[in-house]
């Protein structure tokens, strides 16, 4: 079982910044991709920026430029940094997480979501 802690979230104006990380705990025997998706009221959740175990990263087009994704193996944990917000940045933001469990199958766990509203 794994566990994703995510913080960060808030309000902010546009043309500002702000930093979510998420952190896993739990057991596994390793973490895979690590990645941010969102969901808007009434809107499907979409995919905002992924990160592989060697650093390999993938953004959504309305984002790049202005997201930036990483982390830290050491630590178990994933950061976005939000640059530039824009008022159609504002959702519900959520961590996902790959493992390799001990059984050496792969899962994919949610983080529980974090409000970012960014105002005009």
């Known amino acids: 079982q794994v566990q994703l802690v995510e913080s960060g979230g808030g309000l902010v104006q546009a043309g500002g910044s702000l930093r979510l990380s998420c952190a896993a705990s739990?057991?596994?025997?390793?973490?895979?991709?690590m990645g941010w998706y969102r969901q808007a009221p009434g809107k499907q959740r979409e995919l905002v920026a992924a990160?592989?175990?060697?650093?390999?990263?993938d953004y959504a087009d309305s984002v790049k430029g202005r997201f930036t994704i990483s982390r830290d193996n050491a630590k178990n944990t994933v950061y976005l940094k939000m640059n530039s917000l824009k008022p159609e940045d504002t959702a519900v933001y959520y961590c996902?997480?790959?493992?390799?469990?001990?059984?050496?199958?792969?899962?994919?766990?949610w983080g529980q979501g974090t409000q970012v509203t960014v105002s005009s």
């Open positions: 739990g057991t596994f025997f390793s973490i895979n991709t």
């Open positions: 990160i592989t175990t060697m650093g390999m990263t």
């Open positions: 996902n997480c790959n493992v390799t469990g001990r059984d050496w199958r792969r899962y994919d766990y």
